[in-house]
């Protein structure tokens, strides 16, 4: 709960109609549901509220923190990151990458759902073969998740969440220093871009196989970013609780809090990527706030 008090701007959240709960609780509340993927019964007996009570306190606060803080993970905030965009670069670079301007790490993941009754093909995963949501994140050395977009239909392949996304563009209108471009590094996946650098395709040489190693060594962060987003908020990585279109408040701003508590986390006690790479994340007042 060291948090509660920081992300928390009102005493009581309610209305007309509507039971009044202290912010601690159904802060406190919240995280329990996303850390603990169980039944509403067994919610229920544990903190002694009735089953539709906690769902809507469990909507509302996510609500809550998505309207307050959601944009610190829906766009890049350039404010927060051009101020450090050359540490991250040289930290990169230190590590063994071959290319000094680079800054963050980009890559799509696949949340499995519920399978749906009607027009499951727009759902379905040809690739992975499961009924899912498809999200793309960007990551800075670090560790935080500067953004996470979705979601969109599971069928659809990265590149369409990244032209969706609108990113180069922004990055293009940003990230530009006097004609010389501060670039992402993605997956072959990706389309190559003077704003996005992906590694060799096809027949290789082995000085372009050495090239695309260096280059993924440091890539794999991004998908250490993923993993402890499932790992602190299992209810997100949970198929079952996944249901598109019967949550009142959205699977995509429930991962997109999912991904700003874990942010939250970091910038608090530090993560693998910030450890590995050798940048520490902000203090959890200027990340709030913007500036880090």
């Keep these: 709960m060291v948090v509660g008090p920081v992300v928390s701007s009102r005493h009581c959240r309610g209305g007309f109609g509507m039971s009044r709960f202290p912010t601690e609780v159904s802060f406190g509340l919240t995280l329990w549901r996303l850390a603990c993927p169980t039944t509403l019964l067994r919610d229920r007996l544990f903190w002694g509220i009735g089953e539709a009570m906690m769902c809507e306190i469990f909507n509302l606060k996510i609500e809550a923190i998505y309207e307050r803080w959601g944009h610190l993970v829906d766009q890049l905030q350039h404010e927060a990151i051009l101020p450090n965009v050359d540490i991250f670069c040289a930290a990169i670079h230190a590590k063994g990458a071959p290319l000094d301007r680079r800054w963050a790490f980009i890559d799509g993941t696949i949340k499995a759902i519920a399978r749906r009754s009607r027009k499951q093909r727009l759902w379905y995963n040809g690739w992975k073969r499961k009924h899912a949501l498809k999200y ?42 006097a004609g010389n471009p501060y670039y992402i ?9 003077p704003w996005l650098i992906i590694g060799y395709k096809g027949l290789l040489t082995q000085e372009q196989r050495d090239f695309n190693s260096d280059m993924s060594s440091c890539r794999v962060t991004v998908e250490w970013g993923f993993a402890k987003v499932v790992a602190l908020w299992p209810f997100v990585d949970y198929a079952k609780k996944q249901q598109v279109a019967l949550f009142a408040c959205g699977l995509g701003k429930r991962y997109s809090v999912a991904g700003l508590l874990t942010n939250c986390r970091s910038c608090l006690y530090g993560n693998s990527t910030s450890k590995f790479i050798g940048v520490r994340p902000p203090t959890l007042e200027r990340y709030l706030s913007g500036e880090g």
């Design 136 to 177: 793309q994140a960007v990551d800075t050395p670090d560790g935080i998740i500067r953004q996470l977009w979705g979601p969109m239909l599971g069928r659809r392949h990265d590149v369409s969440l990244l032209g969706e996304s609108g990113l180069l563009q922004y990055m293009q209108q940003w990230f530009n220093d």
């Design 185 to 193: 590094d993605g997956d072959p996946a990706f389309p190559l871009s």
